[in-house]
């Protein structure tokens, strides 16, 4: 299974971007996938998950409401949009998937067996 992520980049505060997974190796539409992200010094923390279906997601409480999640499985890619950024914000992107539909843990990153390499994400004050 290979993950690749894209569209990090750098953004002024309140900008908006896109970030793309592109999966290989295997179909992941019967697997649950999710993003995390990792600030220097820090653990590395959840972001948004999502079904395989793409029914339900899941989102770190902070960020509710300025990230978006979604996935298209018949293009084996998972997105996710970023709005009204903020310097916080800024961090190495992950995208991650395992091996099951769903996780009752799905914050905890020590589920997943996948990750990609990350995109950077720069917010500017």
């Known amino acids: 299974v290979q993950l690749v992520e894209s569209g990090g980049g750098l953004v002024q505060a309140g900008g908006s971007l896109s970030l793309t997974c592109a999966g290989s190796?295997?179909?992941?539409?019967?697997?649950?996938m999710a993003w995390f992200r990792q600030a220097p010094g820090t653990e590395r923390e959840f972001v948004a998950g999502i079904t395989p279906s793409g029914g339900t997601a899941q989102y770190a409480v902070a960020l509710q409401g300025r990230f978006t999640i979604s996935r298209d499985n018949t293009k084996n890619t998972l997105y996710l949009l970023l709005t009204s950024l903020k310097p916080e914000d800024t961090a190495v992107y992950y995208c991650?998937?395992?091996?099951?539909?769903?996780?009752?843990?799905?914050?905890?990153?020590?589920?997943?067996?996948?990750w990609g390499q990350g995109t950077q994400v720069t917010v500017s004050a």
């Open positions: 190796g295997r179909p992941n539409r019967d697997y649950y």
């Open positions: 991650a998937t395992g091996d099951t539909y769903y996780y009752e843990t799905y914050v905890d990153r020590r589920n997943y067996a996948y």
